[in-house]
């Protein structure tokens, strides 16, 4: 905007034209202040415009949805700015040392050769908590295949490779195929037809009783036990080691083998209907039938004649065998404990060096003599036989 100044006054009259050169001085400033007020807003009005114009400019501006979209996106590189691996880890490198270095989620990359690794060229993910100590790494390689590794409390685990469909159903087949794993119809009947009933312990064994087991009370089976530790032993309180065989059948009734193992002596029991103990039997063997000769002590000046004087014992019966020279009426020898007769006995036995009989006395308490004869000619007789057998 121009403003023209007004002219000042030109007279001859110096002071009158000073008066009015005042007024005029104090319009043109006036004027000059107008224009420039003028100026201003024109160029206020032009930056008016462009502010205006800035406001609605949405390419350098974001919206209040675009503003809460990118404060809740995820400000944490997982990858390089070009996307590949954050980090690499080198032949010189430990997975197990670089790794836990990085908290959160990472796109890795692993030489061949890396300490610590699953020996081939990977590329994978590593998560872990904040303190490094727990986390998960999984791998591929080239050749397909998968891998993963964790860390818990600071331990790692080894690494684990992962089972694909082709592998897994290659090793499906191998084990289908495999006629070592697996039965045939044959094989299934003869098993499922064979003895189910456990007789033995694992290895084969006889199982050892338990202290105070009751003999009588025991399942089919093979057992061992000290004799004196279990109840209804054929012979109570007898240490020595004792193996027992025992089979079940209907009814309550048992089988009970026993024998005892440093003697090989045997001994048979049957548990009849109900569970009625029948008792122990001794089995006899020829052993038992080949007489032990034992010398019989003498007393009262008798002596033996041709022939010594013994006892035997065979099952439950006495053995006596010898001659003997005594007088009647005495005691000439007693008979060793494990000998003597359960009740009084008496025998006819003969003489020698002449036809005759006299009659031989044996007590309880062993003590054997003679008493009466019977003779032709009493001044041949020699001595008295003793070969008897007496029933215990």
């Not at 590329?123 to 303190?131: A, M, N, P």
């Not at 694909?164 to 794993?181: E, I, M, P, T, Y």
């Not at 209804?232 to 026993?258: H, L, M």
């Amino acid at each position: 905007m121009e403003i023209k100044k007004t002219r000042r006054f030109e007279t001859t009259d110096r002071a009158h034209a000073d008066i009015f050169n005042k007024v005029v001085d104090q319009l043109n400033e006036n004027d000059e202040l107008i224009a420039k007020r003028a100026e201003e807003v024109e160029q206020n009005t032009a930056t008016k415009m462009d502010f205006n114009a800035h406001l609605k400019d949405n390419t350098m501006h974001i919206t209040v949805n675009e503003r809460m979209k990118w404060n809740g996106s995820q400000i944490f590189n997982i990858t390089n700015e070009d996307g590949q691996g954050k980090v690499f880890i080198g032949e010189a490198d430990d997975f197990h040392v670089v790794l836990p270095q990085y908290t959160g989620l990472i796109h890795f990359t692993a030489a061949a050769g890396a300490q610590n690794g699953p020996d081939t060229a990977v590329r994978g993910i590593w998560t872990c908590d904040h303190t490094g100590s727990y986390g998960q790494a999984i791998a591929f390689d080239h050749a397909n295949k998968t891998y993963r590794k964790a860390i818990s409390g600071g331990n790692w685990s080894e690494w684990e490779e992962l089972e694909s469909v082709s592998g897994a159903q290659l090793k499906v087949d191998a084990h289908a195929n495999n006629a070592v794993f697996h039965i045939t119809g044959e094989e299934r009947k003869k098993w499922s037809n064979a003895q189910l009933y456990k007789v033995t312990t694992d290895n084969g064994s006889r199982a050892k009783l338990a202290n105070g087991t009751d003999i009588l009370t025991l399942p089919t089976g093979f057992y061992f036990a000290a004799g004196h530790v279990v109840q209804n032993n054929p012979v109570p309180n007898d240490s020595s080691w004792f193996n027992y065989d025992v089979i079940e059948t209907d009814a309550g009734r048992k089988t009970i083998y026993a024998w005892r193992s440093y003697d090989n002596t045997l001994w048979h029991g049957t548990v009849h209907t109900n569970g009625i103990f029948k008792g122990w039997k001794r089995i006899v063997t020829a052993d038992d039938l080949e007489p032990s000769w034992t010398d019989v002590p003498l007393k009262n000046g008798a002596s033996h004649g041709d022939r010594k004087v013994r006892c035997a014992l065979m099952g439950g019966l006495l053995l006596l065998e010898g001659e003997i020279i005594t007088k009647r009426g005495v005691v000439f020898g007693t008979l060793p404990p494990a000998y003597r007769p359960s009740k009084f006995r008496s025998r006819i036995v003969p003489i020698f060096g002449t036809t005759g009989m006299t009659k031989l006395y044996i007590e309880t308490d062993g003590n054997m003599r003679l008493e009466g004869q019977i003779a032709d000619n009493l001044d041949h007789i020699t001595s008295y036989g003793l070969d008897e057998v007496i029933p215990r």
